[in-house]
């Protein structure tokens, strides 16, 4: 079955950390070249926070920069957003996706979505 799954997601205060997991099934994890974490609020577009590619190197939006990690265990098929010092604005619903395209964080142009776990952060 094609598909990712995120989850981790909860309600932490301000300055808390939480760790958001993506399981990407077979197909997409073997056939994508980039991973990334996309996250919209409500009212708000979707936006791009993280994205790794085959080799691991990353690149963050500059809201997260120095607080969000983003990391994969190519043996699991497992994507990772650990957010750290979280703050009220980082309150999204969070999504990962797979792309076909390299180092990407073009919401238009990733194939493949999750369902989203929710983050609340307050303050």
């Known amino acids: 079955q094609v598909q990712l799954s995120e989850s981790g997601g909860g309600s932490v205060q301000a300055g808390g950390s939480l760790r958001l997991s993506c399981l990407a099934s077979h197909f997409i994890y073997s056939t994508s070249y980039c991973m990334g974490w996309f996250r919209q609020a409500p009212g708000k577009e979707r936006e791009g926070v993280a994205a790794i590619d085959l080799d691991g190197t990353t690149k963050y939006a500059d809201s997260v920069k120095g607080r969000f990690t983003a990391s994969k265990d190519n043996a699991a098929s497992t994507l990772y957003l650990h957010m750290r010092s979280l703050k009220p604005e980082d309150t999204a619903m969070y999504y990962c996706?797979?792309?076909?395209?390299?180092?990407?964080?073009?919401?238009?142009?990733?194939?493949?979505w999750g369902q989203g776990t929710q983050v609340t952060v307050s303050s």
């Open positions: 996706a797979a792309s076909r395209v390299f180092m990407t964080m073009t919401r238009d142009e990733y194939d493949y």
